[in-house]
């Protein structure tokens, strides 16, 4: 999800920058959610389990624990009628505001995710600001939510 254009400023500077190497170093330079590493290359499920691995040739094999699930914990391997649903792609890191407040840059508040990870964390925060563009859009006002500050600043 590309970041807005009025919330860019959070994510520039060498503030920034020190933040997130420091979560990265902080989550051993893996998701903190699933522990894909960092800009590996994994197979992954694409039928909405989250289920992953590292390498292929150890995937098809039965029992060898290769394939892990949302949670990093090992799981059964695919069957192979799901073949086709097998993709490979690199992970990326991101850093997610926990509380979705762009500028609240506390440790605590801040986890070193996965593309996937993060999305799911922020499922409900994007389900209600696109509720909000289509309330704006079809004129009916009384439907946007107040309740979900873009950033931190918009709370001062």
């Known amino acids: 999800m590309p ?7 959070f ?17 051993g330079d893996a998701c903190e959610a699933c522990g894909k590493p960092n800009h590996a290359m994994v197979w992954v ?9 590292k390498q292929l040739e150890d995937c098809r ?7 892990l ?16 649903k097998i993709w490979h792609v690199q992970v990326v890191l991101t850093i997610a505001h926990l509380n979705h407040l762009a500028g609240d840059d ?5 986890r070193a995710l996965c593309q996937r990870c993060h999305l799911a964390h922020d499922r409900h925060w994007h389900l209600a600001r696109a ?6 859009r079809t004129g009916q006002k009384w ?10 600043e918009d709370l001062r």
């Open 11 to 27: 994510y520039r500077g060498a503030a920034w920058q020190a933040t997130r190497a420091r979560m990265l170093a902080r989550a």
């Open 106 to 110: 506390r440790d605590e508040n801040l």
């Open 69 to 84: 699930d949302a949670t990093g914990k090992p799981c059964a391997a695919p069957r192979p009628a799901d073949a086709g």
């Open 143 to 152: 439907l946007i939510d107040a309740s979900l500050p873009a950033s931190i």
């Open 45 to 53: 499920m694409r039928d909405g389990s989250g289920r992953w691995a």
């Open 131 to 136: 509720r909000r563009t289509r309330a704006l």
């Open 3 to 9: 970041i807005r254009k009025h919330l860019r400023k």
């Open 61 to 67: 094999k039965p029992d060898t624990g290769a394939w």
